[in-house]
């Protein structure tokens, strides 16, 4: 009966009444913890994952950059393949002597600093993308002009282009990495087109020891016709987007760099942020060497300068030019072509394993030690020098000689990789592409001189004279250091570009809260995810 009146009773009442327990206020707050704690789950992975395929993009990014960096890296060695050929008594089709031979060699670094001058507004007009591009016209009418070449002069100037390519290729590319690149990669990345350039000499070298040297020249157009496919498919530095007016592309270029929408648009607020500041207090009609003339500026500029200086005075390039001669000074006999490649290949090793370096090591830290182990290993050639002046030449000389060499090497690795470095990091983003150009060029007209009266300098103190002069040059390059250069190893560019705007110099007066500054990119999340708990 009971149960035909409940069938009677739900015609009129349809629904039934349920009734449900109520959990106490103990287990409502496990459930909402145990929800939290899902969310940040997911937020880490979600954040793990963006940020590796932001480093994936960036790393990508940077080795198309590397493509270009080592096929400009060719005709700074092609020189050595080219002349002995030229010089060999088997052929006569252009004959040279030895002064045509030199401008042959010299007129590359001749050319570079032209290309640099052009490089800075070329960079800040058509971007740095579109420059790296336009430095590839001129590379492929160098190598191709040189590979059909019927006389001295066009030879000349075949490589008066090749030069002026990759001068224009230098500035743009350093800053290209650095406005690409996050703070703890950056470490890593920018000096990668110093192990590109060197593996392209060492490239040349290869080709050259099996291969006659026009087709040297015409297989030397591959690595440019890669580098314009890749670079062709990467974005424009959104540092340079913004400024000139294309927010939805730096949006666009910065989620493909950082792997995250809304970390890259975190960062474009931040960097409208800051542009808008900087505009207000900046006059639109202020020239380059008034913006130069700026506390924020001039600061890196004395920096670089007197560091490059330094640098050539402590031997960076001259005894990587005459490393050779000078071991043949203690009478070694080997293969010339052979000891170039090995000559080349220790640089490439050695700038693959300062770039990993970069990672782990303060840049300040880096850079003291090798001026020290510089300075070291040239006064013992030095002295060993003065040591066995008037005594006959015996078999330890050599081995002594090419370990004192080995070492300086070794050390001086990181000086000759360090000014790309400081170009790309120090100088303040509204001048960044027009002085890395100009002190690019500045660098290389100074190579230029340096090289040229190195004979000469050589003649007066003779080669153990030579190098207590670079031995003196690589300990006041570590004072210098050591007093003004800023470590910028895990900061911002925005960073580093306040830390300039202050009123120090001296890098022990600095504002000591620039040095506890961390990075912590998971922070953020967890504290969100803790909030929305």
């Known amino acids: 009966m009971s149960v035909e009146r409940d069938d009677e009773y739900s015609k009129f009442m349809p629904n039934k009444l349920a009734y449900h327990v109520v959990p106490g206020a103990d287990f409502q707050c496990k459930l909402a913890h145990q929800n939290s704690r899902k969310l940040s789950t997911i937020d880490e992975q979600d954040y793990e994952q963006a940020n590796r395929r932001g480093m994936r993009n960036q790393v990508l990014a ?15 060695g092609f020189s050595a393949v080219l002349l002995p050929q030229l010089s060999d ?11 045509t031979g030199s401008w042959i060699a010299s007129v590359h670094s001749l050319a570079t600093p032209f290309g640099s001058l052009l490089s800075g507004p070329l960079a800040d007009y058509l971007g740095r993308r579109k420059t790296l591009l336009v430095s590839v016209i001129p590379l492929f009418l160098g190598w191709s002009t040189l590979a059909t070449a019927k006389s001295v002069k066009i030879m000349i100037f075949a ?8 001068g224009i290729l230098g500035g743009p590319g350093q800053v290209y990495i650095a406005e690409t690149a996050e703070p703890n990669l950056r470490s890593l990345l920018i000096g990668a087109p110093y192990v590109a350039y060197s593996c392209g000499i060492l490239l040349v070298y290869s080709l050259g020891s099996i291969m006659y ?69 900046t006059k639109t009609n202020e020239n380059i060497f008034r913006l130069c003339c700026q506390r924020v500026a001039i600061k890196p500029l004395v920096i670089v300068i007197v560091f490059s200086l330094l640098q050539m005075f402590s031997g960076t390039f ?9 071991v043949s000074e203690f009478g070694a006999d080997f293969d010339s072509k052979q000891a170039a490649i090995w000559t080349a290949a220790v640089r490439v090793v050695c700038c693959m394993i300062f770039c990993a370096i970069l990672i782990f090591v303060r840049r300040r830290r880096i850079m003291i030690l090798s001026g020290i182990g510089s300075g070291v290993f040239c006064l013992a050639l030095s002295g060993f020098m003065y040591a066995r002046v008037g005594h006959p030449k015996m078999s330890y000389d050599v081995l002594v000689a090419g370990g004192c060499l080995l070492g300086y090497i070794v050390f001086n ?7 790309g470095i400081m170009i790309g990091e120090l100088f303040p983003a509204r001048i960044r592409g027009r002085t890395a150009g100009g002190v690019f060029a500045s660098m290389n007209v100074a190579l230029f001189i340096f090289a040229k009266g190195f004979p000469a300098l050589q003649s007066l103190l003779k080669m153990r004279g030579v190098f207590l002069v670079f031995g003196f040059s ?16 895990g900061r911002s560019l925005e960073h580093i570009e306040d830390y300039f705007n202050g009123n120090n110099w001296l890098w022990f007066r600095r504002d000591r809260g620039y040095k506890t500054v961390k990075l912590l990119p998971l922070q953020p999340l967890k504290e969100n995810a803790a909030e929305s708990a």
Not at 89 to 99: A, L, Q, R, S
Not at 159 to 166: E, I, N, P, Q, S
Not at 413 to 419: D, E, N, Q, R, S
């Open 89 to 99: 008594g088997n052929t006569t089709e252009i004959p040279i002597d030895v002064d």
């Open 159 to 166: 490589r008066f282009l090749c030069g002026f390519a990759t």
């Open 413 to 419: 690795t990181a000086l000759m990789v360090m000014p």
């Open 62 to 76: 940077t080795c198309a950059v590397l493509l270009l960096s080592a096929g400009c890296g060719m005709p700074i």
């Open 474 to 489: 690589s300990f006041l390059l570590t004072i210098f250091m050591c007093l003004f250069q800023p470590e910028t190893k």
């Open 318 to 326: 001259i005894v990587i030019f005459y490393a050779i001669d000078i």
């Open 213 to 281: 040297w026009r087709n040297v020249a015409w297989c030397a157009n591959v690595l440019p016709f890669l580098a314009v496919v890749s670079i062709y498919c990467i974005p424009e530095t959104p540092s340079w987007l913004l400024r000139n007016g294309h927010e939805k592309k730096a949006l666009q270029a910065l989620t493909f760099l950082r792997g995250s929408e809304i970390s890259a648009q975190k960062e474009v607020n931040d960097m409208k942020q800051r542009l808008d500041k900087e505009r207000a207090t």
